[in-house]
């Protein structure tokens, strides 16, 4: 851990902040992706069941 | 291939596709090689002490917020002029990922800004040009959410894009021409003489360059999606549900 004296608060709040945004950003993507896929999979599951 | 194929949708999901796991992994490499750079293997700086750590989180999110609103000005252009759906898509994709790093340069700045200038805030040109892109960022979010016809939303967002776009500029040439305010002046420059010193520099270059291959892979997984919505949606009004 490198010596951050009196700045210790504004570096290691930083660094918190942007890797907790960068990990939520990360986890709402892949989860909104994740249920459209599964959501229009199914859509054309029924729509291909329509059809025959 | 021309650039404009890729306006095709299902061209676009088979590349972007292919190329998703590959940015994953170098955006990932690069962005972790940067940070840990930058966090343990870089020293002091002469006035601001140990705080010059904020530069290599700062000034990247800083760089994405702007650059991503220039993105999504050409895009809306292109969806204005040429009529590409995925354009749209793409603009409407990347404005929550500018939106959070419009709020991280923020936040860092004001981090930043407490022990050096005394103040986490000041209503200065620069910052206060900075604001006002994240406000824009959240009117065309707004905007999207707020239009039930697609087509027309996309119109409305990308004038709001092109008009925004002036803030964006604002705040990229601010810190070189608005000299007053806390805010410092441009970190990064082509002359040696003013640029930061070498041992920030490389590390730095690497953390921007990990922000663009995050946010590269973060576009392509929302586009993708904006495009498996619209469709989804193209399904539910024609009776599927």
Known sequence: MPELGKYAFAVLSSYAVTLIGIAVLIAITLWRARKVRRDLARAETMMRRRHE | ?241
């Open chain 2, 1 to 241: 291939m021309s650039l404009w194929e890729l306006a095709n949708p299902t061209l676009f999901m088979r590349l972007s596709g292919r190329m998703l796991p590959v940015l994953w992994v170098l955006a990932a490499a690069t962005l972790a090689t940067g940070l840990i750079w930058g966090f343990f293997g870089t020293p002091e700086e002469a006035r601001q002490g140990a705080s010059v750590k904020i530069l290599f989180i700062h000034v990247p999110a800083a760089m994405m917020a702007i650059n991503i609103y220039a993105m999504m000005f050409v895009t809306s252009l292109v969806w204005l002029i040429r009529r590409h759906h995925v354009s749209a898509l793409a603009a409407r994709a990347a404005a929550p990922v500018g939106a959070t790093m419009t709020v991280l340069a923020l936040l860092t700045g004001a981090f930043w800004g407490q022990p050096i200038w005394g103040a986490p805030w000041d209503w200065d040109p620069r910052l206060t040009s900075f604001f006002i892109l994240f406000l824009f960022y959240l009117g065309y979010i707004a905007l999207w959410a707020a239009i039930e016809d697609p087509d027309k939303a996309a119109d409305l967002t990308s004038v709001l894009a092109l008009v925004g776009s002036v803030f964006a500029l604002l705040s990229r040439y601010a810190v070189n021409f608005w000299n007053q305010g806390l805010h410092q002046d441009a970190t990064l420059s082509l002359d040696s003489r003013t640029n930061i010193d070498n041992a920030f520099w490389v590390p730095l270059l690497i953390c921007i360059a990990g922000y663009f291959l995050l946010f590269l892979a973060l576009l392509l997984v929302r586009t993708r999606t904006e495009i498996r919505a619209r469709r989804l949606r193209a399904l539910m009004l024609s009776g599927v549900h």
